[in-house]
């Protein structure tokens, strides 16, 4: 896939983090992706719970370091939030039903990177840095490119 899209946002705070969260869920579909990629304390679980939340889920939401993953239930569609961590071969992958989860609704994955080869094309992939000053750096496809709009 070419990227087509691409933009880097400041996250000072967890109001900026709360924006591009909802900002992410407005746009998000069935059968999308949103690769979360950052070193430990970068943001991830925080940004999937600002999407989470937009998207109208009020239930505590836990990072899947252990269950690798949980499933919940919006008004729009079930939304799968994974964590990758643990994986030690992509192809576990299969076992988490995350081609199941993209047929029924969407999929937030953090550490994308333990198994890249398995991930679907198109997906959104955000990028936390937490080094100097917080900040995403967003790419995917150019459906994604109304991101560059919303008030984030």
Do not use: C, N
């Amino acid at each position: 896939m070419t990227e087509e899209f691409r933009m880097t946002v400041a996250l000072p705070d967890l109001a900026a983090t709360a924006a591009l969260g909802a900002a992410i869920a407005g746009q998000l579909d069935r059968g999308d992706a949103v690769l979360l990629k950052g070193d430990l304390g970068s943001g991830k679980t925080t940004l999937a719970r600002a999407i989470l939340s937009a998207l109208g889920v009020d239930e505590t939401v836990p990072s899947p370091t252990f269950t690798l993953v949980q499933t919940y239930e919006t008004p729009r569609f079930p939304v799968s939030h994974y964590d990758l961590y643990r994986l030690k071969r992509p192809s576990e992958l299969d076992e988490l039903g995350l081609d199941e989860a993209l047929d029924d609704g969407a999929a937030l994955i953090e550490w994308p990177e333990r198994a890249e080869d398995r991930l679907p094309p198109g997906a959104l992939t955000v990028h936390l840095l937490a080094d100097r000053e917080r900040r995403a750096t967003l790419a995917g496809p150019a459906r994604w490119r109304s991101l560059e709009t919303a008030h984030v």
